[in-house]
């Protein structure tokens, strides 16, 4: 059974693998032992019999979340978990007061446009130029006000 838990200390050696798994420009698994660390942050991770299968990402500002990363393991993608990840993301933001949450993704990057979609993020606009190996503009979604 797949659970979405707050994301651990113990969880970035796993995280990290993931994230240079996935990412051309990845996180240190040491960038996510600091975040974890830090008050205005929401870390959240899928995990199926201690494997951890995806993560999600959020830095919080007053009213106005973030998300950095939302990843999947590739074997385990279009079983649901981004969804369960962003629904569980959704409710740590608005537990919190946060009403409003952006996001940046590839243009290219369909399966996770639907997603977000599906989710309720709206396309905003596109910030050129904001991705690196490959050079790529990036759409601006918002979720809420």
């Known amino acids: 059974m797949i659970t979405v838990r707050a994301m651990q200390v113990k969880d970035a050696e796993q995280v990290s693998e993931l994230e240079r798994m996935i990412f051309s420009q990845p996180w240190s698994y040491q960038g996510f032992v600091d975040s974890l660390s830090l008050p205005n942050t929401v870390f959240l991770v899928a995990e ?3 494997k951890i299968l995806g993560y999600i990402g959020m830095y ?11 990843a ?7 079983h649901g978990i981004g969804g369960m990840l962003l629904a569980e993301a959704k409710k740590e933001a608005e537990s919190r007061s946060v009403g ?11 399966s996770a446009i639907r997603l977000y979609e599906r989710n309720g993020f709206v396309n905003h606009g596109v ?3 904001f991705y690196e190996l490959p050079k790529e503009d990036a759409y601006i979604m918002i979720y809420g006000q």
Do not use: A, F, Q, Y
Request: proline residues 3%; charged residues 35%; hydrophobic residues 30%.
């Open 72 to 78: 999947v393991s590739p074997e385990m993608r279009c």
């Open 100 to 110: 409003r949450i952006v996001l940046e993704v590839r243009c290219s990057n369909d």
């Open 48 to 50: 199926e019999n201690n």
């Open 60 to 70: 919080l500002s007053i009213d106005e979340g973030e998300i950095t990363n939302v």
């Open 127 to 129: 910030r050129k130029g």
